[in-house]
């Protein structure tokens, strides 16, 4: 089974930066499509940024230009960068992986494996 684990997350000043983690462990896979989702208290779960493959990364306009992501593909790993955090940005993010083939096509567009989030708090 593919485990996914976020991290990195925490408190943070308005005009600050986090790093956040996301790793997916298990042998079952070498290759993952990315996404990244975020949900504030009572709102929507929405999409942040999603990354798949060398220059295939996408962002929500509410993040563009603030959010950078990066990957690393031996570790299974994707990391979003999070500078000029604001309170709006206040929610528990998520990490989803979608295993692909060395194509970055989806092998099953039905399987995504997520984590159980990180939560991120923008406040002064």
């Known amino acids: 089974q593919v485990q996914v684990v976020e991290s990195g997350g925490g408190l943070v000043q308005p005009g600050g930066s986090l790093r956040l983690s996301c790793t997916a462990s298990?042998?079952?896979?070498?290759?993952?499509?990315w996404n990244w989702y975020r949900q504030a208290p009572e709102k929507e779960r929405e999409l942040v940024a999603t990354?798949?493959?060398?220059?295939?990364?996408w962002y929500a306009d509410s993040v563009k230009g603030r959010f950078a992501l990066s990957s690393d593909t031996p570790k299974n790993s994707v990391y979003l960068q999070m500078n000029d955090l604001q309170p709006e940005d206040t929610a528990v993010y998520y990490c989803?992986?979608?295993?692909?083939?060395?194509?970055?096509?989806?092998?099953?567009?039905?399987?995504?494996?997520w984590g159980n989030g990180t939560p991120v708090t923008v406040s002064s």
């Open positions: 989803a992986a979608s295993p692909v083939s060395s194509r970055w096509c989806l092998i099953d567009s039905g399987m995504q494996f």
């Open positions: 298990g042998n079952f896979f070498k290759l993952y499509a």
């Open positions: 990354f798949s493959g060398a220059g295939n990364a």
